[in-house]
């Protein structure tokens, strides 16, 4: 599971096709792109990085104007051998317009993580999301534009 969180210069199919660029060093800044480099989704920096079990970085998504906030990965293995992952995402303004949008994201997120890692593949449903996500690629908004990042 951790692998597939923190893998660089690939997509990660089920974080919505994005790629990750970062060092993994605290302070140093983190972001995910689009698979093509031309948008840039989310930006911010390494708070914590404890292999394999934690990883904590700032978030802010460049499509909305929302201050920054905090987003925790924690892994813990289990007896069973499987692994549980907590994902805490916090920090949020109280005049937040999109926590709950993030909300039903990352569950869909982490489902998607789990099928990825029991199967290698993710689910149809995801599959046609992404698809048609690209093909729309060219109406987000301008200031995902890497170049406007």
């Known amino acids: 599971m951790w692998a597939e969180i923190t893998k660089l210069g690939s997509m990660q199919r089920p974080l919505l096709n994005t790629v990750l660029e970062t060092t993994f060093e605290p302070c140093s800044p983190i972001r995910y792109t689009s698979p093509d480099g031309k948008r840039t989704f989310v930006i911010g920096k390494i708070v914590e990085?404890?292999?394999?079990?934690?990883?904590?970085?700032?978030?802010?998504?460049?499509?909305?104007?929302?201050?920054?906030?905090?987003?925790?990965?924690?892994?813990?293995?289990?007896?069973?051998?499987?692994?549980?992952?907590?994902?805490?995402?916090?920090?949020?303004?109280?005049?937040s317009t999109v926590m709950d949008k993030h909300g039903k994201t990352?569950?869909?997120?982490?489902?998607?993580?789990?099928?990825?890692?029991?199967?290698?593949?993710?689910?149809?449903?995801?599959?046609?999301?992404h698809a048609f996500m690209s093909a729309f690629m060219f109406a987000m908004p301008a200031k995902t534009k890497t170049e406007n990042v």
């Open 106 to 129: 990352w569950a869909g997120i982490l489902a998607d993580l789990k099928h990825q890692v029991e199967t290698g593949d993710v689910a149809m449903k995801t599959k046609l999301s």
């Open 49 to 95: 990085v404890n292999e394999p079990t934690l990883l904590s970085h700032t978030y802010v998504m460049t499509m909305y104007d929302e201050p920054p906030t905090l987003v925790t990965w924690s892994l813990e293995e289990l007896e069973s051998g499987n692994v549980m992952v907590t994902l805490k995402h916090e920090g949020w303004a109280e005049a």
